[in-house]
């Protein structure tokens, strides 16, 4: 008669059913209670049958038990087969992801699994299914995201110098308003919201192609927004107009929703009607301007694709009114949600002071 494997002794059957009371993995705590009955003096088909299985699954059980204790009770994916790549390979795939493709050679403006396959399989002779390429890339930690927009003309140096300036900025108008006051930052933008509508992505069943419908009309109004994301605050209006006027009125708008007795630092870029001397800037802002050709330093930017996507695209804009209404109705929803603000607009570079 074989003898059955004993267990290892640095454990004991009130150990391991505390154990069981602990865990969250339900096939893990069966298997804790029943090498738990072994450890209490029952026998190996006593085992069995407080686990619901064999006398042979046992014996696994405790193969796996002496081996990794505990946690060798836990299931766990299979390895599967190895990976074709080697790591040489992985790093050169790794390289031409991040320097993306070259249109006038590999003849995409983006890659695709498919095209990263060919490109394998051309580099390297090695034939891969999308699915493991797929695989690869995200071992080797990439995922696919939206890319945010850049100017053509940007200079990166301006934005880097802005970066890094921008703490002395704030302290230099901290230094003109009196002790003690408050720095409030704020970001602003503005953007158009018309008939000419977008569409979005969403879910439909593989194989099919879903529809959404589009105006050609071109009414449209203008959204004026604000926010000031440490605080989860905002500030718009929705407007007929994108002129000087209507920038006055949006500063005053700004400058009451800043806390009483703080200052405003409002962000912006270099529109013609944020600059002009013909703004009448309330007393508790500061304006301070984005470089030029840097819309991805403005959060606003996001917010407006946010909205965007979640509350004003794929819809047919009845007129003028229709379109002042939903636009009002996004931003009222977007201001009742201070953590999607604080989410969407928070920037580590602006808000270490």
Not at 126 to 147: M, N, P, Q
Request: glycine share 6%; aromatic share 8%.
């Amino acid at each position: 008669m074989v003898r059955p494997i004993p267990l290892r002794v640095d454990f004991d059957g009130l150990g391991l059913r505390r154990l069981a009371r602990e865990t969250k993995d339900a096939n893990q705590a069966r298997r804790l209670l029943a090498l738990a009955t072994i450890y209490d003096g029952g026998s190996r088909s006593q085992a069995a049958e407080v686990g619901s299985v064999t006398v042979q699954i046992v014996r696994d059980w405790v193969v796996r038990f002496n081996e990794r204790g505990p946690v060798g009770l836990v299931n766990v994916k299979a390895p599967g087969s190895s990976s074709k790549l080697n790591d040489k390979q992985r790093h050169a795939l790794a390289k031409i992801v991040e320097s993306g493709p070259i249109p006038a050679i590999h003849g995409v403006v983006r890659w695709r699994r498919k095209d990263l396959a060919q490109w394998i399989y051309e580099e390297f002779a090695i034939s891969l299914d999308e699915t493991t390429v797929g695989r690869e890339l995200k071992a080797l930690g990439f995922a696919k995201l939206s890319a945010r927009p850049r100017h053509y003309a940007q200079n990166e140096f301006e934005v880097d110098a802005f970066k890094k300036n921008f703490p002395a900025e704030l302290a230099a108008i901290q230094a003109k308003l009196p002790k003690g006051t408050e720095i409030e930052l704020w970001w602003a933008d503005e953007t158009r919201i018309g008939q000419k509508n977008k569409i979005t992505r969403r879910w439909a069943r593989r194989g099919t192609r879903p529809s959404a419908p589009q105006d050609q009309r071109t009414m449209w109004a203008y959204i004026f927004g604000a926010v000031c994301p440490q605080k989860g605050k905002g500030a718009g209006l929705v407007l007929p107009y994108c002129d000087t006027g209507a920038m006055n009125q949006h500063l005053a708008e700004i400058s009451r929703a800043v806390d009483p007795g703080a200052h405003a630092v409002l962000i912006l870029d270099r529109a013609g009607w944020h600059m002009t001397p013909k703004l009448v800037v309330p007393e508790n802002i500061t304006l301070l301007f984005l470089p030029p050709h840097a819309p991805e330093l403005n959060p606003v930017e996001n917010v407006w694709q946010f909205m965007r996507d979640n509350w004003l695209s794929n819809r047919i804009f009845i007129d003028y009114d229709d379109i002042v209404t939903h636009c009002c109705e996004a931003w009222n929803k977007l201001v009742d949600q201070p953590w999607k603000i604080i989410s969407i607009g928070m920037r580590d570079w602006a808000h270490r002071f």
